[in-house]
């Protein structure tokens, strides 16, 4: 007879594959020494293939246990909760087994995880905005990708933009854009990314020339980051073009931006 799943059950299937060499290079990779990003985050040394299939395994953990992996200091423990729920929100979708209380619980339990600093590092996000967030809003208001693309936490804003993902692949560049010119003077490193990323799946999966006219409007002002991200897919003339775009005002009679 198959053992429930169980948080513990997850944690020790997580120990049993990592390797203490590779946590030592993912704690440099992910940005966890003082004042950086990932600042104090703890890594077991799991590679992101053996997380999840470690999850999948698992994958009828519930909430609570997910739950509780989302409270861990430990790194991967966090991303496995996060691939189960994935799993969870993707199987309450299908339209055979649709349950949209099901959705609703979940999408409001991942906000509260983002909320209270669980989803704290760029892969974290970008594992999971796009497959909870995203679907949830793909025929729903999206003020609530606006409220998170004001806050002061460098995450709610990236799971904002990577939210967005989902509408891309659906063919709606529109939310993008919007939040694109609401977070074009934001420096951050990883927002530049995350923005510049989305514009360049804009491109990409649904129409350059959309891109071309968003980056016609906006490249003086964008950032370098986030400008190198979007163009990367052009041309080698176009990419020169925007670039030599930046910090030129659009105003009457041209001169730098201030």
């Keep these: ?3 429930a799943p169980t948080a513990a059950r997850v944690r020790a299937a997580l120990a049993e594959v990592a390797d203490p060499a590779d946590a030592i290079h993912l704690q440099r990779f992910f940005k966890t020494g003082p004042g950086e990003y990932g600042a104090g985050d703890v890594f077991l040394g799991v590679r992101v293939p053996a997380t999840r299939a470690v999850a999948k395994r698992f994958s009828a953990l519930p909430l609570p246990g997910i739950g509780e992996l989302l409270d861990s200091p430990v790194h991967e423990e966090r991303l496995a909760g996060l691939v189960i729920l994935n799993a969870r929100f993707a199987r309450a979708s299908k339209p055979r087994t649709l349950d ?3 959705q609703e619980e979940m999408v409001r339990f991942y906000l509260d995880a983002v909320r209270r600093g ?4 760029w ?3 970008d594992s999971s905005a796009e497959h909870i967030v995203g679907p949830w809003l793909l025929d729903r208001p999206r003020d609530l990708l606006i409220e998170l693309a004001r806050s002061e936490s460098l995450w709610e804003r990236r799971v904002a933009v990577l939210s967005t993902f989902a509408f891309i692949k659906a063919g709606d560049p529109s939310t993008t854009f919007e939040l694109a010119e609401l977070l074009l003077d934001d420096r951050r490193d990883l927002i530049q990314k ?3 990323w989305m514009l360049r799946e804009v491109g990409k999966r649904v129409d350059r020339l959309l891109l071309l006219g968003f980056l016609d409007r906006n490249a ?3 950032g370098r980051t986030a400008l190198s991200y979007a163009t990367e897919h052009l041309t080698p003339d176009q ?3 925007y670039r030599s775009r930046r910090g030129v005002s659009s105003a009457p009679g041209g001169g730098s931006a201030a």
């Design 220 to 222: 003086a002002r964008m």
């Design 100 to 102: 949209v209380a099901a």
């Design 1 to 3: 007879m198959t053992e």
């Design 239 to 241: 990419r020169a073009h």
């Design 118 to 121: 669980r989803v704290n590092n």
């Design 123 to 125: 892969d974290l996000v």
């Design 194 to 196: 995350a923005v510049g």
